[in-house]
């Protein structure tokens, strides 16, 4: 798809996850909004080819406020942490054609491997 036109922005947001558990099709779990409500989290998009219709999304978990010592990160807690979120490609109006956002939505579950580092 091109997207030389496109303006392509992405951001997550802290979710909270409970009954966290394994199922017969994969994770089973609830999700909810967060509290307090933390502000979103903006993703670099970079290396972006329009005419191609590629581009590189950045994940830098340093900026998603996760430290060791959360209890979501606990390695005893099988619920760890979730994040929700989007990418979003804006097109313009293009003639006739109207303005369209294309959305593709993210979900990262952040969990402890049960390995404690001293």
Known sequence: MDLSTATIDAQ?????????RD???GLAFDINDYTPTPDPIPLTITNVDGAGGAFTL???DTS?????GQIGLDIANING??????IKISFPVDGSTPANDLIIFLLFLVRSDA????
């Open 58 to 60: 950045v994940i830098d």
């Open 81 to 86: 942490t979730g994040f929700s979120g989007r």
């Open 12 to 20: 997550i947001i802290r979710r909270e996850l409970t009954n966290v």
């Open 64 to 68: 998603w406020d996760l430290v060791a």
């Open 23 to 25: 199922s017969r099709y």
């Open 115 to 118: 390995i404690v580092n001293n």
